[in-house]
């Protein structure tokens, strides 16, 4: 099934804000120098990124 | 120093943070900070809600540095800056909202953003003698009969 194309593209910082969130998601919400962090799997960017997208749609359809 | 320098002042002490970023906290790469200071550059960063999440991502970095030594002098001035400007940024969307449910002429939901204006009624209406619009135009609002 092919996902529904989303009006506009995110921002710089949006996608920044993505990255920053998978990134407390990994660290269990703790924010510690890069050296003392917990990799940031690709797949958790990916999932916060869909949960992104996904409240950004409810809100433009509401 | 007027409110704008003070503003002004505050966004480049938080921005000149994050692209320092000597503990490496906030996780941007050589490649994400030139992105950033573009964007920055090309938009003169006035978006409240982007505004927002930077100070955001700011204010979380710093409390938890704090939480395992102690900020120094300059971050506790980058963190105060990063409070101010977040509180800015709010300020600019709930008067976008505002903004949004008057030209909607939806005034119930007016008076409720202008409700949570309520911190920043001085500001906005005494502060400034060129907001007399503004001024004019919230008399207006709480004068309609729907308000009360």
Sequence with gaps: M????????LTLIEELDIQFQARLRANHGVLLP???SAPVPLELIEQVREEFLSVQEEEESE | MTAAEQVAADLASVLRHLFRDEDRR???DEHDRARLACHVAETQFTHPEHVATVMGWVRWGLHWTAQYRALT???TC??????????????????ACLADALAAEDWPEARQQWLQLGPFHAVLIGARPDLEYLTVLLQ???TQPAIH
């Design chain 1, 2 to 9: 092919t996902k529904p194309q989303r009006r506009t593209p």
């Design chain 1, 34 to 36: 890069l050296s003392a």
């Design chain 2, 26 to 28: 906030y996780g941007l």
């Design chain 2, 73 to 75: 002098a300059d971050e």
């Design chain 2, 78 to 95: 980058v963190l105060a800056a990063a409070l101010r400007v977040a509180e800015l940024a709010e300020m600019f969307r709930l008067l």
């Design chain 2, 140 to 142: 207006d609002l709480t």
